[in-house]
């Protein structure tokens, strides 16, 4: 079964500091999407960056890069130059195939990122 | 601008009685998908439905029930056969196209009283 995996609960960084946030998967398949979703303490889920299983390049979007390691299976997110603003909870997905067409994502249980002034 | 509406932000509910949260979205996307999420966990999937006048039963579908009548439309409704329904709610939709995630409505914070 596909399953996502995100081993960090909590981290904390200094503001203007480098994080990077694991996610590990696990699939079978082999084209498969992986997504990246900042949940702020409102509730609301943002979507952040998305790397397809045959891009070649780790996909980036502003602060945000995706490191992609696919024979390790990992897809960790980078946010550069951290901003209060960035503090969190940020949700590894993966998209799934189920039933047909409908891309069903699964999600990690999340990472909660505090950034320190 | 287009998105997700879900209404309302915050409900109440007695033991034993069905409550209906409202998702609607004016994004033209063919797939809509209802999520919950408890403390510490990620979320998972209720039920979802890829076009409209059909749904099917996500991981976690047992007490709940959905209607897709119109495109924009996607009701969730908790039974009272949902043992555990306090949590939080979040409607998502999506076009039926690779490399597209979904977007999110802000979500309805149930608790049972």
């Known amino acids: 079964a596909q399953k996502i995996t995100q081993t960090q609960p909590g981290m904390f960084v200094q503001e203007k500091e480098a994080v990077t946030l694991d996610c590990t998967y696990d699939t079978s398949d082999q084209s498969y999407g992986l997504f990246w979703y900042k949940q702020p303490s409102s509730g609301e889920m943002i979507f952040l960056i998305y790397q397809g299983s045959y891009d070649e390049q780790n996909a980036t979007e502003g602060r945000y890069s995706l490191n992609f390691q696919k024979a390790r299976k990992s897809a960790n997110l980078v946010i550069s130059a951290s901003q209060l603003g960035d503090s969190a909870m940020y949700f590894c997905a993966m998209r799934e195939f189920y039933g047909g067409a409908t891309n069903k994502l699964i999600f990690g249980t999340g990472t909660l990122l505090a950034v320190q002034p | 601008d287009g998105g997700i509406t879900q209404s309302p932000k915050y409900l109440f509910r007695k033991e034993g009685q069905n409550v209906t949260l409202s998702c609607e979205q004016n994004l033209n996307h063919d797939a809509m998908y209802w999520y919950r999420q408890d403390p510490g966990q990620g979320l998972r999937l209720i039920y979802y439905?890829?076009?409209?006048?059909?749904?099917q039963k996500g991981d976690i579908a047992e007490g709940y029930s959905v209607s897709r009548e119109k495109k924009e439309s996607f009701p969730l409704t908790v039974t009272s056969a949902q043992k555990n329904p306090t949590a939080f709610y979040l409607c998502?939709?999506?076009?039926?196209?690779?490399?597209?995630?979904?977007?999110f409505g802000s979500g309805t914070r149930l608790t049972v009283v």
């Open positions: 998502a939709s999506s076009p039926n196209r690779d490399g597209y995630g979904y977007t």
């Open positions: 439905s890829q076009i409209v006048n059909d749904f």
